[in-house]
């Protein structure tokens, strides 16, 4: 079955910190992969992409993904974080090659204390 | 560039009823997506239109929900009749269609309560 598992439900960081978000996802064939992320009040956004190529793949405000394929992994990292961080994210995988259909991760809440 | 636009925000309705959901896709975008969050979850695929075409409605309850997008552009999505397991957050997305490699853009979504 397709599915994509985060392995923390909440985090709480000190600015500063390095933060390191776990995905794996389970799905047959090649795929495309995301993080989205949903700040208080505000709607979902993607934050960065792969599709192929080099498979540490930048985002915006710092935020970067590696791609392990033999892990079934797309772990999201950022090396110091911001109050301003604190959010929800979610990680998404779908089929290379077919149409974009998401399956998401059930999220982790990200809390940044100053 | 407008974002996705959804109405109403909230909604807060008794079982039984019906509700009704709008979205209005970003300019050009051809590939529309409804989506249902419930608490603590990530999104779930309702429901794709590729202009007014659904394309996939697999996930879609049809007992009770439906869609339409008549012009290929605005869509609805109701629920009729609301059960209390309906409660949750129906987001619409919308993505151009050049080919499978599309960015999925999101609405802020509706907040449905059945009471």
């Known amino acids: 079955a397709q599915s994509v598992s985060q392995h923390n439900h909440h985090v709480i960081l000190s600015e500063a910190a390095s933060l390191e978000l776990g995905c794996n996802y389970s799905y047959g064939g090649t795929v495309n992969l995301f993080w989205y992320v949903q700040y208080p009040g505000q709607h979902l956004q993607l934050l960065l992409k792969y599709f192929s190529g080099d498979p540490l793949v930048k985002g915006i405000k710092g935020f970067e993904a590696e791609f392990i394929k033999s892990k079934f992994s797309f772990n999201l990292r950022k090396p110091s974080v911001q109050w301003s961080d604190t959010a929800e994210y979610f990680c998404a995988v779908g089929p290379s090659g077919g149409y974009n259909k998401l399956i998401f991760g059930a999220g982790t809440r990200l809390a940044v204390h100053p | 560039e407008a974002g996705v636009v959804q109405s109403p925000r909230y909604k807060i309705i008794e079982k039984k009823q019906p509700v009704a959901f709008w979205c209005n896709p970003i300019s050009g975008h051809n590939t529309l997506y409804w989506y249902l969050q419930n608490l603590g979850q990530g999104p779930e695929l309702l429901i794709r239109?590729?202009?007014?075409?659904?394309?996939?409605d697999s996930q879609l309850p049809k007992d009770r929900f439906s869609a339409e997008r008549l012009k290929g552009v605005d869509s609805t999505l109701k629920i009729q009749p609301a059960e209390l397991g309906d409660s949750a957050v129906y987001l619409c997305a919308s993505s151009s269609n050049r080919g499978t490699m599309d960015t999925q853009y999101f609405g802020p979504g509706t907040r449905l309560t059945v009471l």
């Open positions: 239109y590729e202009n007014e075409e659904a394309v996939d």
